[in-house]
């Protein structure tokens, strides 16, 4: 089995993959994001809910509230992988690993235009498949993934996608994120997907100190309604690739910067701030508490 799951390649794939993507001319450690929000779409979601300033002593029940909020105003589809039924989510969602919905959506046409299901796709040449999908990156490991995929989707479940979480992470490629997503999007099914986007907003944004997926599913996942589980995971990788990004955070530009335990943006005084693991560490910027200078040891 392919353990190549959405944005977080498996353990067994990951050093062929980065060497393929060196091979390729690509930066293995740059990270992939989408499209900047305009300026417009941020004051439009702050607006929309008419945001206090600043939110302060807010409970991690609280604090998750807000977040479905800010970000469903400013991504109102939560999903942007185009597709027309369970079998095109689950194959774009499986080629969406380390790439942008946009430059999944630029090869997916073609590809289902030329294999339309599971059947076609199972039997595809992965040369030609690879000559499709080369856009997305990792083009070698993916058209082998999805074409056992398909195959596997053929022989054990008539060509269908299965509509249950044990049967969907027993397919080549697809592990408990993207299952979740497909769950969500194409069935409807709540689900909390759980990626490295998703790993580092939730920490981040203190509804978890845990750094282990299936702990952070269920820590989360009991602090909103399940008809919000799936739109809130997927609005966390699009802020996560946008503006929430790991190596310097877009505060400035945060819908839930006067909430966020960990932003650099303050309205009052205090002092600098690390959380343990979310890759953030508060300096002496705006809001922050200047040091304090040593004492000598000398008192006067």
């Keep these: 089995m392919f353990l190549l799951d959405t944005l977080v390649l498996g353990r067994e794939e990951c050093g062929d993959a980065l060497r393929a993507k060196k091979d390729q001319g690509a930066d293995p450690d740059h990270e992939e994001t989408d499209t900047d929000i305009p300026a417009k779409a941020v004051d439009r979601g702050a607006a929309a809910i008419g945001r206090p300033w600043p939110v302060t002593r807010l409970s991690a029940k609280e604090r998750a509230r807000l977040a ?26 499986i080629l969406s690993a380390q790439t942008t919905d946009r430059s999944v959506n630029s090869v997916t046409p073609a590809l289902f235009a030329r294999y339309p299901d599971a059947a076609a796709l199972a039997h595809a040449d992965p040369q030609a498949v690879e000559a499709l999908i080369k856009p997305t990156g990792f083009f070698h490991v993916k058209a082998k993934t999805i074409i056992a995929c398909s195959a596997a989707l053929v022989e054990r479940f008539g060509g269908a996608v299965p509509p249950r979480m044990e049967d969907l992470v027993t397919l080549p ?35 978890t ?92």
Excluded at 76 to 92: G, T
Excluded at 178 to 191: D, H, K, S
Excluded at 280 to 297: D, I, Q
Aim: aromatic share 4%; proline share 7%.
């Design 68 to 93: 479905v909020e800010r970000l469903a105003a400013i991504y109102p589809a939560a999903s942007e992988l185009e597709h027309r039924n369970a079998f095109q989510m689950l194959i774009a969602t």
């Design 173 to 207: 490629g697809v592990g408990r994120k993207t299952a979740n997503v497909v769950l969500g999007v194409a069935f409807g099914i709540p689900g909390f997907a759980v990626d490295t986007h998703v790993t580092r907003l939730t920490r981040r944004l203190g509804l």
């Design 209 to 300: 100190r845990s750094s282990d997926p299936v702990k952070i599913e269920s820590e989360v996942t009991k602090l909103i309604p399940a008809s919000e589980w799936t739109g809130l995971s997927l609005r966390l990788i699009l802020h996560g690739r946008r503006v929430c990004v790991a190596r310097v955070p877009r505060c400035p530009e945060c819908v839930m910067n006067d909430f966020c335990p960990t932003s650099t943006v303050r309205a009052r005084r205090r002092r600098p701030l690390t959380v343990p693991g979310a890759g953030v560490k508060l300096g002496h910027g705006r809001g922050a508490s200047p040091k304090r200078p040593r004492r000598s040891g000398v008192r006067h």
